[in-house]
């Protein structure tokens, strides 16, 4: 069975912090990994690590995968209120499926 | 522009009633997901389908089924609503393993 552990569960800070998201997993046959924003509404894509991206970047956001270790970290610098959000990581392996972890509850305060 | 589409945004079920969610897609996904998701547990998945009239129970099928007849459409069904089934229900879409998921908007279900 797929797994996911997300951490921490909540997480505040204020306006420009640089804050780290943990997500470690447990997949039969790793094909990728995911991370979703999700305000109040549904998901939305932020980045996809692969045996072949380790490594993402999109302005203040960035990611990277250690296969060996079964991890990855999302890192957000200068954070802004915006950011504020559930951050949620996926796994997906041989069995098709797609297995999100619990995610994190990331708070800004001004 | 890309369409993951939930038939409902908030539905109110009386217990014991039927109940169906419906989720259509036009980026022609191979792949489709319901998940339930609830303050805390993060999403859950239910049940997938990786091609038409092909399902596979995700880690809580118990009181649910789907229906994938066609390909662009895929249905979570309530046989017996009850209470604990109170919950944001998520549909995704996902084109194949190395590509991304969309989600649908989401249907908040409220069982009395």
């Known amino acids: 069975e797929d797994k996911v552990v997300q951490s921490p569960l909540s997480l505040v800070v204020h306006e420009g912090d640089t804050v780290t998201l943990n997500c470690s997993y447990e997949v039969t046959n790793f094909r990728s990994l995911l991370w979703y924003k999700q305000e109040k509404k549904a998901p939305t894509f932020l980045f996809m690590l692969?045996?072949?991206?380790i490594e993402k970047k999109s302005g203040r956001l960035s990611s990277i995968l250690d296969k060996k270790e079964l991890f990855s970290i999302l890192n957000i610098t200068a954070t802004q209120t915006g950011d504020s959000a559930i951050y949620l990581c996926?796994?997906?392996?041989?069995?098709?499926?797609?297995?999100f972890g619990s995610g994190t509850q990331l708070t800004v305060l001004p | 522009d890309v369409k993951v589409t939930q038939s409902s945004r908030y539905l109110v079920k009386r217990t014991g009633e039927k109940v169906f969610l419906e989720c259509v897609q036009d980026m022609d996904h191979e792949n489709m997901f319901w998940y339930r998701q609830d303050p805390g547990l993060g999403l859950r998945l239910i049940y997938f389908?990786?091609?038409?009239?092909?399902?596979e129970k995700g880690d809580i099928p118990e009181g649910y089924s789907v229906s994938r007849e066609k390909k662009e459409r895929f249905s979570l069904i309530l046989e017996s609503a009850s209470t604990n089934q109170t919950s944001m229900y998520l549909c995704a879409g996902r084109t194949n393993m190395n590509t991304e998921a969309f989600f649908g908007q989401g249907t908040r279900l409220t069982v009395v």
């Open positions: 996926a796994v997906s392996g041989s069995a098709r499926q797609l297995t």
């Open positions: 692969t045996s072949s991206g």
């Open positions: 389908s990786y091609d038409v009239k092909m399902k």
